[in-house]
């Protein structure tokens, strides 16, 4: 109570500023009324009125030095009290500013009874023509203005048609007018009441705080999220070290006592279990779909994003697949539907966030071998796909996903075909005639996509149609400066010289001095694979029978085996350079599924289905079978 007393009389006056402001005449009275009756004190002169006086000097000596002519007071006073922002910025306030310099310019001429001093004339008309080239240049191209630019230069503009105006006797008072208005304007918009000031400025700063700490709150999630990620993989590689190093203590112990291996007890070292991941909660899929469809742009993404994001932060092993098999049984995309509105057709949705998102999720689904054999099902989600590449040429990240799902397609014989029936190779070749134009994960993934298709016969014989592009696209390609494509290069080089037509453009070409070339730049690595091509290029002509294939590598022209590897690879671009962000209050990620979609028993446990045994790739030959840029940089099996 006491702070209160102490600051009553202050405060009482900001209560009679904003009234008195406000025009609040009736209430203003009665206020000062009952503060009087009640004795609460009251500033004697409060800072509004200190303000107002002050305010009403300022605008008086404005307008004296208009009337007397005097150029330095008024303009001294005009960039002092005037804000630059509305001087700069405000085009009423320029246009005022334009006419006032006009106004001091020829004030002599107007105003002398003798013949005005030709020096003082002189000084202003100078003064004019540098305010023209300057900051008044910015109007010079305005029709209403621009024949004043001419007055400098006219040695009588009194009689000057072009200027009559100027001279007429309604002129100076109309424009003395215009000035008084202007100021007054500006002067009440500066006497914002202290009351009004002090709630728009901590509610400002309360409002940008909040902003900032949710900025900051969503940007810790999703650095946990990375972080969570980056754990998850060393855990797993953790505790495949500890059962390595159980093996090899087992051995040294049995060879010391004399024992076989296989006869030791390891439960002591055997490794350790991974700890038990709880699943995630289970969720309507019916109204997850139904939102998906008819939601506003803004839903579909974040509930995209959030889909996206249970799939990619998910723990490796029994967590991860059950959140994919909920999808595929719950048929999340839509890929089983004959309706016409469906999830899919959101790649073609209007909004650019909505499709971009919409392929991420698909690439991130196909980064996992159940999830690759769900979107093949049909050609339905391939020939979408192939649409959306060649008509997306706006967002570099949609490109991106739509085309690291195609890539990860092709590891799919059957859809390796399709895509190589649909001209897919013409398309990719067009596209690297001009790889500085393309991001990396572009440039990778399409030269591992073309080399996929090139191992297929289909593949080898429609590059060898266009020979002699192909061969300069990856010959260029061989000289790139991002290393990683080249073993995609390689064997996309080795797989059409099998092919003799290909093999007589190669050595019209010079191939082998291109190759040489690179033998001599390159790592043992890509020396050695590079001496493979050059003996592929080399070799007689035999027929596609006879061409020699690594043990355990049937016929590429056998549809029914599958190129696909039971292993699955979420890259982290899948997640990188969001979009969106939610606004204060705004549900995203787990939080908004589990709000607002949380269901019962939609989590289906299904056994993991195994891929066939693998030939393994030797680094010193180029790649003969198809791998996924992910994949082969982890190592897995191809």
């Known amino acids: 109570m006491g702070d209160i007393l102490a600051h009553e009389s202050e405060l009482l006056g900001l209560v009679r500023e904003y009234l008195d402001f406000a025009e609040f005449e009736d209430t203003l009275k009665t206020f000062l009324k009952e503060c009087q009756m009640k004795g609460k004190p009251l500033p004697k002169t409060s800072g509004g009125s200190l303000r107002d006086s002050r305010s009403s000097i300022i605008q008086k000596d404005l307008i004296a030095a208009f009337d007397s002519g005097d150029q330095k007071v008024f303009f001294d006073l005009w960039e002092e009290h005037i804000p630059s922002s509305i001087r700069d910025g405000d085009a009423l306030a320029q246009r005022l500013e334009f006419y006032l310099h006009i106004h001091f310019a020829i004030y002599h001429l107007k105003h002398s009874v003798q013949r005005p001093d030709k020096e003082e004339l002189g000084e202003r008309i100078s003064y004019f023509k540098t305010y023209l080239e300057s900051k008044g240049a910015a109007l010079s191209q305005t029709t209403e203005f621009l024949p004043f630019y001419a007055l400098p230069f006219v040695p009588n503009p009194v009689v000057h048609p072009s200027f009559k105006e100027l001279f007429q006797d309604s002129w100076t008072p109309e424009l003395k007018l215009k000035l008084e208005k202007f100021l007054a304007l500006i002067f009440k918009a500066s006497n914002t009441p202290r009351l009004l000031t002090l709630y728009k400025e901590n509610g400002q700063n309360h409002k940008e705080t909040l902003q900032q700490l949710h900025q900051q709150l969503v940007e810790a999630e999703r650095r946990a999220m990375t972080h969570l990620k980056r754990h998850n993989k060393i855990q797993v590689d953790y505790h495949t070290l500890i059962g390595v190093t159980a093996e090899l203590v087992d051995s040294l112990e049995a060879t010391v006592s004399g024992k076989m291996a296989s006869t030791m007890l390891r439960a002591s070292l055997a490794p350790m279990k991974l700890k038990d991941v709880p699943l995630l909660p289970s969720l309507d899929y019916e109204k997850l779909k139904k939102d998906l469809i008819w939601g506003s742009d ?202 003799p037509s290909v093999r007589e453009e190669a050595r019209a070409m010079g191939m082998e001095d291109i190759l040489r070339c690179f033998l001599k730049e390159g790592d043992a690595e890509m020396t050695r694979q590079i001496e493979f091509i050059v003996r592929q290029l080399n070799s007689g002509s035999f027929s596609r029978n006879q061409e020699e294939l690594p043990d355990g590598v049937d016929s590429d022209d056998d549809e029914d085996e599958d190129d696909e590897e039971d292993h699955d690879v979420m890259e982290a671009d899948l997640d990188k350079d969001e979009l969106i962000q939610p606004q204060l209050g705004e549900l995203s990620g787990e939080k908004l599924l589990t709000t607002e979609y949380l269901g019962i028993m939609t989590n289906t446990g299904k056994p993991r289905r195994k891929g066939p045994a693998s030939a393994q790739w030797g680094g010193h030959q180029p790649l003969r079978r198809p791998v996924t840029p992910g994949g082969h940089r982890n190592g897995c099996p191809v």
Request: aromatic share 6%.
């Open 298 to 499: 803004r839903l579909k993404a974040f509930l995209l994003q959030a889909l996206r994001w249970r799939l990619t932060t998910s723990h490796p092993g029994e967590q991860r697949e059950t959140v994919l098999q909920a999808y595929i049984s719950n048929d999340l995309l839509d890929c089983h539907s004959h309706s016409q509105r469906n999830v899919l057709q959101l790649l073609h949705a209007r909004s650019d966030v909505v499709r971009q998102y919409m392929a991420r999720l698909i690439n991130a689904i196909a980064s996992l071998a159940e999830g690759r054999l769900y979107l093949a099902q049909s050609t339905k989600v391939l020939r979408l796909l192939e649409e959306r590449l060649k008509e997306e040429d706006k967002d570099v990240i949609a490109r991106e996903n739509v085309l690291g799902a195609l890539q990860k397609f092709s590891l799919r014989r059957p859809l390796q075909t399709a895509m190589i029936q649909d001209g897919l190779i013409f398309w990719l070749i067009d596209t690297l005639k001009e790889p500085d134009c393309l991001s990396d994960y572009t440039l990778e993934y399409s030269v591992a996509l073309l080399m996929n298709l090139c191992l297929r016969s289909a593949g080898k014989n429609m590059c060898a149609t266009v020979a002699g592009l192909v061969l300069k696209v990856l010959s260029d390609l061989l000289g790139h400066e991002n290393h990683e494509i080249q073993p995609y290069v390689n064997g996309a080089l080795y797989s059409i010289l099998s092919i």
